[in-house]
């Protein structure tokens, strides 16, 4: 295994874990799959009258309203970074530029020493800010810059609900959580798939700098989270 997937690998572990015990939001189940189209919401009132005066009874009648959920835009997943925030750029600029597009993060670990939170993270101090399924690493020194506080990597997934949040993020050719791998290799025929070990499961690699981690490694394997630049890892 190359010593760059083993930090991609790492990092995403690490990510998953920290956003499993600091996001209470995040406490629904685990799927390993979210759907690529939101399922409809359906809202439905009802009211009904009975007749005391005879056999005859009127019938129930009911109105129903349908809507889906609208998908995030700006913030596509790439290998360079997130929409418009690329790693490397200034860590307060990046967190700002995601609470425009989706609110306040629902988990900050703020600025701590790595070992703090059991990481062996590159620099001196690391913080992990969360919008529930999306996952923001930063960091004083990574590959993607040193001796300032940066964007360095992001996860976004697993989905923790039936619906993953933020809703839709997904790569400019349309790719994101719930893609078949099929879906994948068809749209970058130049990835790399991997069936994976003992220790990690089965991957796909777009492109250095950009993971997609599956179910499985089987032609109708789901992506079931993606993982965006470097981070911790030894």
């Known amino acids: 295994m190359s010593s760059s997937r083993t930090i991609v690998l790492a990092v995403a ?5 920290v956003g499993s015990c600091s996001d209470e939001s995040s406490t629904g189940s685990t ?7 939101a399922p409809a919401v359906t809202t439905s009132s ?3 009258t009975t007749s005391t005066t005879s056999s005859t009874s009127t ?3 009911s109105t129903s309203t349908t809507s889906t959920i609208p998908a995030i835009e700006g913030l596509e997943l790439s290998a360079t970074g997130l929409g418009d925030a690329l790693f490397g750029a200034e860590a307060e600029g990046v967190i700002a530029y995601v609470e425009s597009i989706i609110g306040a993060s629902s988990s900050d670990t703020g600025w701590t020493d790595p070992m703090a939170i059991g990481a062996a993270c590159p620099g001196t101090e690391v913080r992990f800010v969360s919008w529930a399924d999306l996952a923001l690493f930063f960091s004083n020194d990574s590959l993607a810059a040193s001796g300032l506080r940066h964007f360095a990597s992001y996860t976004y997934g697993p989905a923790f609900g039936p619906v993953i949040e933020p809703y839709g993020l997904t790569t400019d050719e349309g790719i994101g959580v719930g893609a ?3 879906q994948l ?3 970058f025929p130049g990835g790399v798939l991997s069936v994976g070990d003992e220790i990690f499961g089965p991957s796909f690699l777009i492109e250095e700098g950009l993971f997609v981690f599956l179910s499985d490694a089987g032609p109708t394997g789901i992506a079931v989270s993606f993982m965006g630049g470097y981070g911790c890892g030894e």
């Open 59 to 61: 019938s129930t009648s």
């Open 180 to 182: 078949e791998v099929s």
């Open 46 to 48: 009802s009211s009904s």
């Open 13 to 17: 572990a690490l990510t998953f874990v």
């Open 185 to 187: 290799e068809a749209t």
């Open 31 to 37: 799927g390993t799959s979210a759907p690529t189209t």
